[in-house]
């Protein structure tokens, strides 16, 4: 069974950065693409960015194209969103999640198996 603990969420004002953070367990880290997941109050959940399984590919949203950036350590069994220039349309829950595959790396919500519990977000103007 995997788990995976955010933390690294709190209140920011518009032009500030945050740093989240995502502490995974299993054997089979290094196996897996992660994504960061985003939602809002009477939102749907929205992608924002993911990472392949070797750190070779990291897509992202185009909201946070830019200013966001993922990143891995496998050997810490770790995957980071470090947040710039944030924006109060930033404001949000932020999950962490791997996906539901070995070596595959989607964008939407169902390609992941398991999901953090979230993390606050919020961006003051």
């Known amino acids: 069974q995997v788990q995976l603990v955010e933390s690294g969420g709190g209140l920011v004002q518009a032009g500030g950065s945050l740093r989240l953070s995502c502490a995974a367990s299993g054997s089979t880290f290094g196996d897996y693409a992660m994504g960061w997941f985003r939602q809002a109050p009477g939102k749907e959940r929205e992608f924002v960015a993911a990472?392949?399984?070797?750190?070779?590919?990291?897509p992202y949203a185009d909201s946070v194209k830019g200013r966001f950036t993922i990143s891995r350590d496998n050997a810490k069994k770790m995957v980071y969103l470090q947040m710039n220039r944030l924006k109060p349309d930033d404001t949000a829950v932020y999950y962490c999640a791997q996906a539901g595959r070995v070596w595959y790396m989607g964008l939407r919500p169902d390609d992941y198996k398991y999901w953090g519990q979230g993390t606050q977000v919020t961006v003051s103007s």
């Open positions: 990472i392949a399984w070797s750190g070779g590919s990291t």
